[in-house]
């Protein structure tokens, strides 16, 4: 079993800075992908930022040169740091990833329990 776990969300007022982590743990061969998705009230949950394992970034439109994603996989841990945040970045954030337990076996989805990040002057 897998478990992500997120933190870094909060309050803050337009045009600030939050930093996300989310850290897997539990049985871990390697993590293949790892992204951040949000949810607002009323939406559907979108893709905000993806990283595959060695390969190219991904954005929304939205956030491209405001947000920054990050892993360590050493620490099997992704980072989503937020600059200029703006209302409409509000929502629940979600941790995402495609982990592989056992050498042989399929990659499976996992998510985290999502952290609140809320802009509001």
């Known amino acids: 079993q897998v478990q992500l776990v997120e933190s870094g969300g909060g309050l803050v007022q337009p045009g600030g800075s939050l930093r996300l982590s989310c850290a897997a743990s539990?049985?871990?061969?390697?993590?293949?992908?790892m992204g951040w998705y949000r949810q607002a009230p009323g939406k559907q949950r979108e893709l905000v930022a993806g990283m595959p394992r060695g390969g190219n970034t991904d954005y929304i439109d939205s956030v491209k040169g405001r947000f920054t994603i990050s892993r360590d996989n050493a620490k099997n841990t992704v980072y989503l740091q937020m600059n200029s945040l703006k209302s409409e970045d509000t929502g629940v954030y979600f941790c995402?990833?495609?982990?592989?337990?056992?050498?042989?076996?399929?990659?499976?989805?996992?998510w985290g329990q999502g952290t609140q990040v809320t802009v509001s002057s």
């Open positions: 995402h990833a495609h982990v592989t337990s056992l050498p042989g076996t399929s990659p499976r989805p996992y």
């Open positions: 539990g049985t871990i061969f390697s993590i293949n992908f």
